[in-house]
């Protein structure tokens, strides 16, 4: 006979753990002692008839039905938090201090505006902004909310679908009438390309074929580590550029950049709000992200 467990709680304890990869890393952060935290791993595990992690004296590592019903409960407790916050009492004063990374030249996705309305309703919200062209490590960084582009690796994170956008491959047209232009993706590593050292894998630039995934590894003529300056090293002629359109638009409106390769690129790239899990606990964070995402523009 299973055991009558607290199906929530042992959810978000499995979350954490996952998240901090220890035992008794959640067991000082929630201070209760490490066999509670096992046990409530342990009654979820059973509730389900599967094994989430492999356990030695050394390590610990997900199965892989650990990582699918992960992603399962980070789902389930992400809308109990939005349900939650949409029956709160209003009158009760939001406080405190958010930590919110983005990438450089994405405020025209409009978060920032939707963010000044959030303080104005709750002034007793204040917000540190880092727009930062490189990954951020949130849990170290002490970041609460990341605004992030692209298809995100699997992780313990909560992620919220917040719009997408357009990526496209260009290049200025004195660089298209002294080098051509490339036909196919796979033509890039005949020409001179300008990567983003800043993104993960700068050098590997995705594109669409038949409806199907595919990846060029190009080589760096020049570089930086800020999205940019790679867009004014594009629109400058120096060679051909991969980003996102927020940070080539202007160039594209004046004509100092051209979309290339366009039957290659991908319809849309999500662009999500990413937060720990047990950071949902925190009030102001649960308030700003749903009206992020009930107020997007």
Same mark, same amino acid.
């Given at each position: ?21 220890? =035992?008794? %890393?959640?067991?000082? #952060?929630?201070? &209760? ?5 096992? !046990?409530? $791993?342990?009654?979820? +595990? ?71 309305? =959030?303080? %104005?309703?709750?002034? #007793?919200?204040? &917000? ?5 062209? !490189?990954? $951020?490590?949130?849990? +170290? ?157």
């Amino acid at each position: 006979m299973k055991r009558k467990i607290d199906l929530l709680k042992a959810m978000n304890t499995f979350v954490m753990v996952a998240e901090k990869g220890s =035992f008794s %890393a959640v067991s000082r #952060e929630l201070d &209760i002692v490490t066999s509670a935290i096992s !046990r409530q $791993v342990s009654d979820l +595990e059973a509730h389900f008839s599967c094994q989430f992690l492999y356990r030695t004296t050394r390590a610990m590592h997900l199965t892989a039905e650990g990582n699918r019903y992960l992603e399962e409960f980070k789902e389930v407790l992400g809308r109990i938090s939005t349900l939650e916050n949409s029956t709160q009492q209003s009158d009760a004063e939001l406080s405190g201090q958010l930590t919110i990374s983005a990438p450089r030249g994405s405020v025209s996705l409009g978060f920032l505006k939707v963010a000044s309305e =959030f303080m %104005a309703i709750h002034p #007793e919200v204040k &917000i540190s902004w880092l727009f930062l062209n !490189r990954f $951020v490590n949130m849990v +170290e960084e002490g970041v609460d909310l990341s605004v992030r582009i692209g298809e995100l690796p699997d992780s313990s994170y909560i992620a919220r679908r917040y719009g997408d956008i357009k990526v496209n491959f260009v290049a200025s047209p004195d660089y298209l009438a002294r080098y051509g232009e490339p036909i196919h993706p796979k033509e890039l590593v005949e020409h001179r390309c300008i990567t983003d050292s800043s993104n993960r894998l700068p050098k590997r630039w995705r594109y669409q074929e038949n409806g199907k995934e595919a990846n060029v590894a190009v080589t760096s003529h020049n570089e930086a580590n800020d999205g940019d300056i790679v867009a004014q090293l594009a629109a400058y002629g120096n060679g051909i550029a991969y980003l996102p359109t927020f940070l080539t638009q202007s160039y594209l409106d004046s004509g100092q950049l051209i979309p290339i390769l366009k039957n290659y690129e991908f319809d849309r790239v999500p662009v999500s709000l990413v937060y720990p899990a047990n950071l949902m606990m925190n009030r102001a964070l649960k308030s700003f992200v749903n009206y992020l995402l009930e107020n997007k523009i």
